[in-house]
């Protein structure tokens, strides 16, 4: 499989977090909590050294509860405070300010020892695309906000949110992009819906998702379309092609639309609650995330 990103708006984007990076005293890094190790780049550990760290992992409404909960206690364990949020409702918000001020506590600590005082804490907002960061700004900062920008100090043209008295949000979140090394990430990531699909085999794509929910969801397929899927992917989606009326030339099963349903009914939902990978040498809770919906 091949994904095609722009080299130029890369390094443009990654210069500019650099820039940006320097202004700061915590990153909020957001991640998708279906995928959040595929969807985070490793790189801005490199980036962000020496600030203070949030992981936020966004979009719990639309991940299976139990596998967010081990991603928590892997990224804690990493030293990284974390935060779970659903940015469309504005779920954990409070938390995340919470967390923004424990995590700069030494900072807040050191600037009260060399006498400055009432500095407010600087944050910025990073993620691949997609992730959620508009809305999590938007939901974060609330109608209430306050922009300042064009203050001695700051580059031009920088506008600040003011959360709080003690946190400002840099406006514009710092764009990275997701590293493709390992082929399984790219799958995961248009699985879910951030890699255009134009650039990818759709029913190759749906194949092999229908084999992770075969392996790691037992029952899903099962309850959405009401085949046997204890056989081959591909015969499964033959089947789901019948059952759901997707015929070509000849009445020979359509799998790419039946394809495009699968994807679509994983995207919204109506295949449950289910989150795509799991931190190294955990196992998936196998059956589904009864949570109601
Ligand atoms: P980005 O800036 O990182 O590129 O992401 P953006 O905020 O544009 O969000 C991408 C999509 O993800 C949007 O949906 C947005 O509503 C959705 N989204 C963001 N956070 C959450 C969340 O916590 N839960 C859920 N369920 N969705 C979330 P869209 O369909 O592309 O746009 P729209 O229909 O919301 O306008």
């Known amino acids: 499989m091949h994904f095609q990103w722009y080299p130029g708006h890369m390094t443009k984007a990654r210069r500019m977090m650099q820039e940006n990076i320097k202004l700061i005293d915590i990153m909020v890094e ?3 909590a279906r995928v959040p190790l595929s969807s985070k780049n490793p790189d801005i550990d490199e980036l962000a050294k020496n600030k203070a ?4 992992l966004n979009k719990i409404d639309m991940a299976d509860a139990r596998i967010t909960k081990e991603w928590e206690n892997y990224y804690k364990e990493k030293g990284f405070f974390v935060a779970k949020v659903n940015s469309r409702s504005g779920a954990g918000m ?11 506590r030494d900072k807040k600590e050191r600037d009260r020892k060399r006498g400055i005082l009432n500095r407010p804490v600087r944050a910025m907002i990073a993620g691949i695309p997609n992730v959620g960061k508009s809305t999590f700004i938007n939901s974060f900062a609330g109608k209430a906000c306050t922009k300042t920008g064009n203050k001695p100090g700051v580059t031009k043209g920088k506008q600040w949110i003011k959360i709080n008295k003690n946190v400002e949000l840099l406006d514009t979140p710092g764009i ?3 590293k493709f ?3 399984k990430v790219g799958l995961r990531l248009a699985w879910i819906g951030s890699i255009k699909e134009e650039i990818l085999d759709t029913t190759e794509m749906a194949i092999a998702f229908l084999g992770f929910l075969q392996e790691e969801y037992p029952g899903a397929l099962e309850a959405r379309y009401h085949v046997e899927e204890r056989s081959k ?9 019948l059952e759901r009326g997707c015929l070509g030339k000849g009445g020979q099963p359509d799998l790419e639309k039946a394809g495009l349903i699968v994807l ?3 995207r919204s939902l109506r295949l449950g609650l289910i989150s795509l990978e799991m931190p190294e040498g955990k196992m998936f809770p196998k059956g589904t995330d009864e949570r109601k919906m």
């Open 30 to 32: 957001l991640v998708d």
């Open 176 to 178: 990275l992009w997701p």
């Open 233 to 241: 992917a591909l015969a499964v989606l033959e089947n789901i092609a």
């Open 181 to 183: 090394e390992d082929q």
């Open 264 to 266: 679509d009914d994983y």
């Open 94 to 104: 409070k938390e995340v300010k919470k967390l923004i001020e424990e995590a700069c």
């Open 53 to 56: 760290r949030l992981i936020v």
